[in-house]
């Protein structure tokens, strides 16, 4: 193995080189060229080497390879899924990360990561209006971010219940229910799977075009003797619809065995940034745990995402591990807030990104992006052939296209064609869904690049798609 600075320092050039040219062709290069998986295995399946190669030429060797299969999500026309795209300053904390390659895990192992943490969770409490109290970890995500309020969750309706969920297991104690929207978001169905809930037995309330129906939801908690484990959502994925947080606080305040209120924010949270919008997430600083991305709007790189939790001891209680070998050191250790022990340090990169763009930074960003998604949802329902499947009232626009001629069957076929044919064409990225029984099309608008020549290339390609399909 070559292990000389020359040749560490030509990989780094050579990265660099590879990066700041995709970079720079963003605005230009097709957002997808919708890779096979038989075209990306024969790119890059082969047997281990058996000896080493030069590390430059091995950073080159791979780009050539795998082009073909990178999408374009950092750039400015990428509207799948509401995946961000990072910022400068972001990205040169990340690269900076991953050089000094710290382990953001413990105090001892690094008291800058850390205390970097602990400066980023307390500014993004700021940016949000959450309670300073509150505990919270950076996270992979807002899955994993789910998963930390609710093993909280978890860990609260335990002693409810007479029992220690993390210390004695859930396995011949008393069930815990846990009650969401039928618009729950799979991350948080598959956390519930993880921690034992069971993902087929979570109580699913009807949402009234993307909000759950408060009154239904007050009727099925009358029913429920115990402790309950409500899981609501700021900003449901199809659409972007809120559910009323302050209805679901206060049925959480008035539920006679109580109950714990869980936010999955992924997105939605940054509402609370701009004035304008702030009152579509009013009532989470009311919840007892919240779960948000770092990778959507804070536009930072993957994999990132933030949990708050208004009970610190619990959260620690819920992570609780000891061994001679992490002893505590007086500082704050991150892994007794998360399932992690060794971690990236994420926090260099927001930090980096919060210091370079500030409070107003963001209230821009988020409200130059609902802009183009309010631009781009009136371009929907002006022209014909397409139709706006829910009103947008943050940054995702739900629509299909339609005829005249076509039932509902034809045209979920039509639309699901239109997905592929818009794909393939590269000037933008869009991803399919299903709303309400019938194929839609998502566009979501969160990356702070997009422009409103963005946008109209959007409509163009959806337009294009469309007529070529017609014909």
Not at 74 to 81: E, H, L, Q, S, Y
Not at 109 to 114: D, E, H, L, N, V
Not at 188 to 209: D, E, M, P
Not at 404 to 412: F, G, K, M, N, Y
Request: charged share 20%.
């Amino acid at each position: 193995m070559n292990t000389s600075m020359d040749s560490g320092d030509a990989a780094l050039r050579e990265a660099y080189a590879l990066a700041t040219a995709f970079l720079a062709s963003l605005p230009q290069r097709p957002v997808s060229q919708v890779a096979t998986p038989q075209e990306m295995a024969s790119a890059l399946d082969e047997v281990l080497p058996e000896h080493g190669s030069d590390p430059a030429g091995v950073v080159g060797e791979w780009f050539a390879r795998a082009e073909r299969g990178i999408t374009a999500s950092p750039g400015p026309r990428f509207f799948g899924f509401v995946n961000g795209g990072v910022t400068p300053a972001a990205l040169a904390g990340d690269w900076l990360a991953s050089a000094i390659d710290q382990n953001a895990g413990m105090w001892a192992a690094s008291p800058a990561a850390a205390q970097t943490e602990l400066v980023v969770l307390r500014w993004l409490k700021e940016l949000f209006g959450l309670p300073a109290e509150w505990a919270g970890a950076l996270t992979s995500g807002a899955t994993m971010a789910n998963l930390v309020g609710l093993v909280t969750a978890r860990q609260w309706a335990g002693r409810q219940l007479g029992f220690d969920a993390a210390g004695d297991g859930l396995a011949g104690q008393p069930p815990i229910v846990v009650v969401a929207s039928s618009e729950i978001h799979l991350s948080a169905v598959k956390c519930l799977g993880t921690l034992g809930f069971g993902r087929n037995q979570v109580r699913q309330v009807a949402a009234r075009r993307g909000a759950v129906d408060i009154d239904a939801l007050a009727s099925l908690l009358r029913g429920i003797d115990g402790p309950v484990i409500l899981v609501g959502n700021a900003a449901e994925v199809n659409s972007g619809h809120f559910d009323d947080l302050g209805a679901l606080a206060d049925l959480r305040d008035a539920h006679a065995g109580g109950a714990w209120l869980h936010v999955d924010a992924a997105f939605g949270l940054f509402a609370a940034v701009s004035p304008r919008l702030a009152h579509l997430v009013r009532g989470v600083e009311r919840a007892d745990s919240v779960a948000a991305d770092g990778h959507k709007w804070l536009n930072v790189p993957y994999d990132s995402g933030f949990a708050f939790v208004r009970d610190g001891a619990l959260l620690r209680e819920a992570f609780a591990a000891s061994g001679a070998y992490v002893a505590g050191s007086g500082g704050w250790d991150p892994f007794t807030h998360v399932p992690e022990m060794s971690r990236r340090f994420r926090g260099l990169a927001a930090w980096c990104a919060l210091k370079a763009y500030g409070r107003s930074g963001y209230r821009a960003m988020v409200e130059r992006c609902v802009d183009n998604a309010a631009a781009f949802a009136r371009w929907v329902e002006a022209t014909p052939g397409v139709e706006l499947m829910n009103p947008a009232p943050l940054n995702i626009v739900c629509f299909r296209l339609v005829r005249a001629a076509l039932d509902d069957t034809a045209s979920d076929e039509l639309t699901r064609a239109a997905v592929r044919a818009i794909q393939a064409d590269g000037r933008a990225f869009v991803t399919g869904t299903v709303w309400q029984g019938r194929a839609a099309i998502r566009a979501a608008f969160d990356n702070w690049r997009t422009t409103a020549a963005d946008v109209r290339l959007l409509q163009e390609a959806v337009a294009q798609a469309g007529i070529a399909l017609a014909a």
